[in-house]
T-cell receptor
Framework: GNSVTQMEGPVTLSEEAFLTINCTYT??????LFWYVQYPGEGLQLLLK?????DKGSNKGFEATYRKETTSFHLEKGSVQVSDSAVYFC??????????????FGTGTRLLVSP | DAMVIQNPRYQVTQFGKPVTLSCSQT?????MYWYQQKSSQAPKLLFH???????NEADTPDNFQSRRPNTSFCFLDIRSPGLGDAAMYLC???????????????FGDGTRLSIL
């Protein structure tokens, strides 16, 4: 079945450092790819998405490019802030025969940014 | 303003004692989802409602049930909670059934369930 693999955390960085969180996927067909973020004590929020190969999703300084050849969707940010500390989930959409698209999540990567 | 509201944020119940978790939404979305998220694991879809149509995931235990009395509310019932059911339960909504692409899922803040 379809699956998502993320790098294990926590990822610990100093403020203004460059961030990369790796995500690779296994899927049949052409899924859409997503990054969700979960801040402490809150629910998941959609951070960015890409719907086809070579698409780049971006939001709040974060970006990720849908790489079909390497089946990857790595999350990057040029300069992290303390407020970016959260858990980041990579996910793909898994289309069912009914048309319903189920989200398949990775296990999440915790990011800790220190001043 | 919170758009997907889950109550309570923390719930403690006894082994085998039925428990109900609540979710409400102000978005008027057609689809409501329940996920289970255990510590350091990915959220796992339990079931979803498209309007009044209930859709169970194949591997969701019979112990888990759901009710959706109207568009705004959806409940998760655990009939006889076991220790392995301790987890964060997340409710989410989306406008329609056929497109995660342009219709993102909106999540509540979750209910953390503990079993004594």
């Amino acid at each position: 079945g379809n699956s998502v693999t993320q790098m294990e955390g926590p990822v610990t960085l100093s403020e203004e450092a460059f961030l990369t969180i790796n995500c690779t996927y296994t899927a049949t067909g052409y899924p859409s790819l997503f990054w969700y973020v979960q801040y402490p004590g809150e629910g998941l929020q959609l951070l960015l998405k890409a719907t086809k190969a070579d698409d780049k999703g971006s939001n709040k300084g974060f970006e990720a490019t849908y790489r079909k050849e390497t089946t990857s969707f790595h999350l990057e940010k040029g300069s992290v802030q303390v407020s970016d500390s959260a858990v980041y989930f990579c996910a793909l959409s898994d289309r069912r025969n009914t048309g319903f698209q189920k989200l398949v999540f990775g296990t999440g990567t915790r990011l800790l940014v220190s001043p | 303003d919170a758009m997907v509201i889950q109550n309570p944020r923390y719930q403690v119940t006894q082994f085998g004692k039925p428990v109900t978790l609540s979710c409400s939404q102000t978005l008027n979305h057609n689809v409501m989802y329940w996920y289970q998220q255990k510590s350091s694991q990915a959220p796992k879809l339990l079931f979803h409602y498209y309007d009044k149509d209930f859709n169970n995931e194949a591997d969701t235990p019979d112990n888990f049930q759901s009710r959706r009395p109207n568009t705004s509310f959806c409940f998760l019932d655990i009939r006889s909670p076991g220790l392995g059911d301790a987890a964060m339960y997340l409710c989410a909504t989306s406008r329609d059934h056929t497109g995660v692409l342009n219709q993102p899922q909106h999540f509540g803040d979750g209910t953390r369930l503990s079993i004594l």
